[in-house]
């Protein structure tokens, strides 16, 4: 294959790969919010290695104890209600920006099994724990501005449960479990909120062990149930939110269960005491970093984690000097540009090159379009003469790709873009631009880098795909977060003052070659 027409293949690959994703992601199927009856839990598991099942619990009784309510705690940002189970059966976020379009406020919790459930491995005593209701020492608990503590005492038949749980103002709770007797049983964070799903991001569950490692069950994922002994964090979550339990100094057993759709549900399996650090709400830095900051592990940013990471890190280090969420990611995007200009003035060099030299090359492929081997000897030395890369066109921006994907992750589970303005018309960084201007400016200045980049393509067919990428960038950018259409326009308008620059410096290096050459 001659050497010009893998350059062209390559550059092509580059952005129809990025239209691919992006398509991807527009066109797989959203997972729907799971109806409340759907979320029961597999009836064939091996009781000795998982979670009592829910259908040895009589419904009359769920059905009792979920519309009974034993205390209400009020910390700054949230409102919680426990049931006659001691579970945590409701968990309202009271802040405004958590709020639904309606003006109702967010419920993390809304599916079974719920926050703090308790089962246990014998069959008798998990079916009397769904009947014997908790006794609260308290029915109100305000820990708006400091934590406060609430015992749950349940008496069942020879076994007395004991839940100490320390409420903190921002959503961390700790529950302390204590049984009268060593009993094998298991406790839940409860099933991952609801709030957020789609296609393009992680929703399931997370575990972290004690080497650092991770272990992802997604939704739909969880074939069997498994046990995992060295966990410090067992999150479940959805794009935004989660619901988990942690501890770095003692790490527990998790075991993952699943429900009828193969959707994962953690568990925490003992037998004794258990003292646990627990958080409901948002997947915020802030809070997560407040609490201990390996709990951002939380946060899944997919397979260029290793490059997001620290892209959020400066962003939020940005966002705390600029104090405004949308001009952080423009500077964001113009250090990143900065940064890769080497790179990036290298590659369009090689495309000005590449066009001067297109008409010697068809030249040459004509000459010896009968003789493959000595048109590469040819088209080799043409190169080498003129000091032109077939490959330093595409590279620059396949090693781009990378930090384009990382940048894609960090703007699309950032939760911390939900509520954020940026100017005028954009009141929400974390949804679609309500009158469709940014995406249209991305499309406009995307056109107009491409009118303005040298190419060399013979192929029609490859011409025309070309010419229709700003349109289709475009039609799929309408529905993404304003904060993502920001970042890409921003890098158009970059790409095209640094094409214009490029442009301008080698004609007057050519005009210079040609007065020298006279």
């Given at each position: 294959?001659?050497?010009?027409?893998?350059?062209k293949?390559?550059?092509?690959?580059?952005?129809l790969?990025?239209?691919?994703?992006?398509?991807?992601d527009?066109?797989?199927?959203?997972?729907?919010?799971?109806?409340?009856n759907q979320?029961?839990?597999?009836?064939?598991?091996?009781?000795?290695?998982?979670?009592?099942?829910?259908?040895?619990?009589?419904?009359s009784?769920?059905?009792?104890?979920?519309?009974?309510?034993?205390?209400t705690?009020k910390?700054?940002s949230y409102?919680?209600?426990?049931?006659?189970?001691?579970?945590?059966?409701?968990?309202?976020?009271?802040?405004?920006?958590?709020?639904?379009?309606?003006?109702?406020?967010?419920?993390?919790?809304?599916?079974?099994?719920?926050?703090?459930?308790?089962?246990?491995?014998?069959?008798?005593?998990?079916?009397?724990?769904?009947?014997?209701?908790?006794?609260?020492?308290?029915?109100?608990?305000?820990?708006?501005?400091?934590?406060?503590?609430?015992?749950?005492?349940?008496?069942?038949?020879?076994?007395?449960?004991?839940?100490?749980i320390?409420?903190?103002?921002?959503?961390?709770?700790?529950v302390?479990?204590?049984?009268?007797?060593?009993?094998?049983?298991?406790?839940?964070?409860?099933f991952?909120?609801?709030?957020?799903?789609?296609?393009?991001?992680?929703?399931?569950?997370?575990?972290?062990?004690?080497?650092?490692?991770?272990?992802?069950?997604?939704?739909?994922?969880?074939?069997?149930?498994?046990?995992?002994?060295?966990?410090?964090?067992?999150?479940?979550?959805?794009?935004?939110?989660?619901t988990?339990?942690?501890?770095?100094?003692?790490?527990?057993?998790?075991?993952?269960?699943?429900?009828?759709?193969?959707?994962?549900?953690?568990?925490?399996?003992?037998?004794?005491?258990?003292?646990?650090?627990?958080?409901?709400?948002?997947?915020?830095?802030?809070?997560?970093?407040?609490?201990?900051?390996?709990l951002?592990?939380?946060?899944?940013?997919?397979?260029?984690?290793?490059i997001?990471?620290?892209?959020?890190?400066?962003?939020?280090?940005?966002?705390?000097?600029?104090?405004?969420?949308?001009?952080?990611?423009?500077?964001?995007?113009?250090?990143?540009?900065?940064v890769?200009?080497?790179?990036?003035?290298?590659?369009?060099?090689s495309?000005?090159?590449?066009?001067?030299?297109?008409?010697?090359?068809?030249?040459?492929?004509?000459?010896?379009?009968?003789d493959?081997?000595?048109?590469?000897?040819?088209?080799?030395?043409?190169?080498?003469?003129?000091?032109?890369n077939?490959?330093?066109?595409?590279?620059?921006?396949?090693?781009?790709?990378?930090?384009?994907?990382?940048?894609?992750?960090?703007?699309?589970?950032a939760?911390?873009?939900?509520?954020?303005?940026?100017?005028?018309?954009?009141?929400?960084?974390s949804?679609?631009?309500?009158y469709?201007?940014?995406?249209i400016?991305?499309?406009?200045?995307?056109?107009?880098?491409?009118?303005?980049?040298?190419?060399?393509f013979?192929?029609?067919?490859?011409?025309?795909?070309?010419?229709?990428?700003?349109?289709?960038?475009?039609?799929?950018?309408?529905?993404?977060?304003?904060?993502?259409?920001?970042?890409?326009?921003?890098?158009?308008?970059?790409?095209?003052?640094?094409?214009?620059?490029?442009?301008?410096?080698?004609?007057?290096?050519?005009?210079?070659?040609?007065v020298?050459?006279?």
């Amino acid at each position: 294959m001659e050497q010009m027409s893998m350059q062209k293949r390559l550059l092509l690959a580059a952005l129809l790969s990025i239209v691919f994703f992006i398509v991807y992601d527009f066109f797989m199927p959203k997972r729907a919010p799971l109806e409340q009856n759907q979320t029961t839990i597999s009836q064939t598991v091996d009781q000795s290695k998982a979670p009592a099942s829910t259908s040895d619990t009589p419904k009359s009784n769920e059905n009792l104890a979920s519309n009974e309510i034993i205390a209400t705690i009020k910390g700054q940002s949230y409102e919680a209600k426990i049931d006659k189970l001691g579970r945590i059966v409701k968990f309202y976020l009271t802040e405004d920006k958590y709020k639904t379009e309606d003006g109702n406020k967010i419920e993390l919790v809304s599916q079974n099994p719920l926050p703090l459930e308790l089962r246990f491995n014998d069959s008798t005593l998990n079916t009397d724990a769904f009947k014997v209701a908790y006794s609260s020492d308290a029915s109100e608990v305000d820990a708006s501005s400091e934590p406060k503590t609430i015992k749950l005492t349940q008496n069942l038949d020879g076994v007395t449960v004991t839940k100490n749980i320390k409420f903190y103002p921002n959503g961390r709770y700790e529950v302390e479990v204590n049984l009268s007797k060593s009993v094998d049983y298991f406790i839940t964070p409860g099933f991952r909120p609801n709030i957020a799903i789609d296609s393009y991001t992680v929703h399931g569950v997370m575990l972290r062990n004690t080497d650092d490692s991770l272990n992802i069950i997604e939704d739909g994922d969880a074939k069997e149930v498994k046990n995992y002994a060295s966990t410090t964090i067992a999150a479940a979550s959805d794009r935004y939110y989660t619901t988990l339990f942690y501890s770095f100094n003692k790490p527990f057993e998790a075991v993952v269960d699943k429900d009828a759709n193969n959707n994962p549900i953690v568990f925490v399996k003992a037998n004794d005491s258990l003292k646990l650090g627990a958080y409901i709400g948002p997947k915020e830095h802030k809070i997560l970093s407040s609490m201990d900051e390996r709990l951002n592990d939380v946060i899944e940013y997919g397979w260029f984690t290793f490059i997001a990471k620290p892209m959020f890190a400066f962003l939020n280090f940005l966002h705390n000097y600029i104090g405004n969420w949308g001009w952080a990611i423009v500077v964001l995007t113009l250090v990143i540009r900065i940064v890769l200009f080497p790179l990036t003035y290298k590659g369009m060099l090689s495309m000005n090159k590449l066009k001067e030299l297109a008409p010697k090359v068809k030249e040459i492929q004509t000459k010896y379009k009968d003789d493959k081997q000595k048109m590469q000897v040819h088209m080799m030395e043409l190169y080498k003469k003129h000091g032109a890369n077939p490959m330093g066109g595409c590279l620059p921006i396949l090693l781009q790709i990378p930090v384009f994907f990382a940048i894609y992750r960090v703007l699309l589970n950032a939760i911390e873009l939900k509520g954020a303005p940026w100017i005028l018309w954009i009141h929400d960084l974390s949804v679609m631009d309500p009158y469709f201007v940014l995406p249209i400016l991305m499309g406009l200045t995307m056109f107009l880098q491409q009118k303005l980049t040298p190419t060399t393509f013979t192929d029609p067919m490859q011409e025309k795909v070309m010419k229709f990428l700003p349109l289709i960038f475009t039609f799929f950018f309408v529905t993404f977060p304003a904060g993502l259409t920001l970042y890409w326009f921003v890098n158009n308008v970059c790409s095209v003052v640094q094409q214009v620059f490029v442009n301008k410096l080698f004609e007057k290096h050519k005009k210079a070659a040609e007065v020298k050459a006279q």
